[in-house]
């Protein structure tokens, strides 16, 4: 299945991690097209909720119903309602938070 994950408000150290994480979608049956967060529709939005941009985008992207993997490098997370990783996690725990939202969506 194709997939669109966009990135907003990442450290630069992360946004390689970002892509990996895209990458490494293909182990749970995901073609992943990778991009910068423009405000247009997506599946998974990669925000860092201690930016001001990505905490910014997340809320946008909650709004129009899309999901959010939330990145902070302190242990600040945003709502309930998203995922949360440390910035530092290795991108393989990335994608399977990212796989087991999209797992719920089209489950529910």
Do not use: N
């Not at 990442?10 to 423009?38: G, I, V």
């Amino acid at each position: 299945m194709r997939i669109d994950i966009r990135i907003a408000g990442l450290p630069d150290y992360a946004a390689p991690r970002a892509r990996l994480a895209a990458q490494l979608m293909a182990a749970f049956r995901y073609e992943a097209e990778f991009s910068a967060w423009d405000g247009s529709r997506c599946d998974v939005l990669i925000a860092d909720i201690e930016d001001g941009y990505g905490k910014s985008c997340m809320e946008q992207a909650l709004q129009s119903g899309i999901c959010v993997l939330a990145l902070s490098g302190t242990g600040t997370f945003g709502p309930d309602c998203v995922l949360k990783a440390m910035t530092v996690a290795p991108a393989a725990h990335w994608a399977e938070l990212m796989a087991s939202m999209l797992q719920a969506r089209s489950a529910a």
